[in-house]
């Protein structure tokens, strides 16, 4: 399977401020990107969907003005938390996918921690 | 709107014991169901998949799981887990031809010595 990274695997950052999450596919041509969000002893949670060199495409009740995704290359994605919120604290983890394969290869997450 | 319920929050089994997890979907067409787990530290690994076929697949590390089309279910086995086995187990369902995974709200693992 794929190898997906991200970075930073954890961040501390103050409300207000925004976070850039990157999520790289090391040795495989990545399609489609997701991204997933994930609260403390709950289910991932679908955020947005991104196909290369195209725009995401969020779930409902996602604010894609407020997490920014970017997937400019089959080997890189990224998410811009914006104005951040305690609330916005989260682990924030992506996926990868090939027009060869139906799976998803995940990276191993970024836990956020806004203050 | 398609959902997938574990029933079992948290199991706590000793080793050489028998495992099933449960996994429920609610959706009426085609599905395809995974299972993922995750050990600690780590990122999310596919245990097994179905698409089709034989209902009763086998995956890594001696799991399987069996497809009831009739009871909407996709169940993990094991007959007899180890202690390296201690991990979070999601169920995934994707359905109507797309890309996108719902998951269950996972299951914590715990295998005592």
């Known amino acids: 399977g794929a190898v997906v990274s991200q970075h930073p695997s954890w961040v501390i950052c103050k409300s207000g401020t925004s976070v850039k999450i990157e999520c790289r596919s090391l040795?495989?041509?990545?399609?489609?990107m997701f991204w997933y969000r994930q609260f403390p002893k709950q289910s991932l949670m679908l955020m947005a969907t991104?196909?290369?060199?195209?725009?995401?495409?969020?779930e409902q009740g996602v604010e894609k003005d407020k997490f920014l995704i970017n997937h400019a290359s089959l080997t890189l994605s990224t998410l811009t938390v914006t104005s951040a919120h305690p609330e916005d604290s989260s682990f924030y983890i992506c996926?990868?996918?090939?027009?060869?394969?139906?799976?998803?290869?995940f990276g191993p997450g970024t836990r956020l921690t806004v203050t | 709107a398609q959902s997938v319920s574990q029933h079992n929050h948290h199991v706590i089994l000793s080793e050489a014991a028998s495992l099933e997890l449960g996994c429920n979907y609610s959706?009426?067409?085609?599905?395809?169901l995974f299972w993922y787990v995750q050990y600690p530290g780590q990122h999310l690994q596919l245990l097994l998949k179905?698409?089709?076929?034989?209902?009763l697949v086998k995956g890594i590390k001696g799991f399987e799981a069996e497809f009831i089309k009739s009871k909407f279910s996709f169940n993990l086995r094991k007959p007899s887990v180890q202690w390296s086995d201690t991990a979070e187990y999601f169920c995934?369902?994707?359905?109507?031809?797309?890309?996108?995974?719902?998951f269950g709200t996972g299951t914590q693992l715990k295998v005592e010595l």
């Open positions: 995934a369902v994707r359905s109507g031809g797309g890309n996108k995974l719902t």
């Open positions: 991104s196909n290369e060199g195209s725009k995401a495409t969020y």
């Open positions: 959706y009426g067409g085609t599905v395809n």
């Open positions: 179905y698409f089709s076929g034989d209902p």
């Open positions: 040795d495989f041509q990545a399609t489609t």
């Open positions: 996926s990868v996918s090939g027009l060869a394969t139906h799976e998803q290869y």
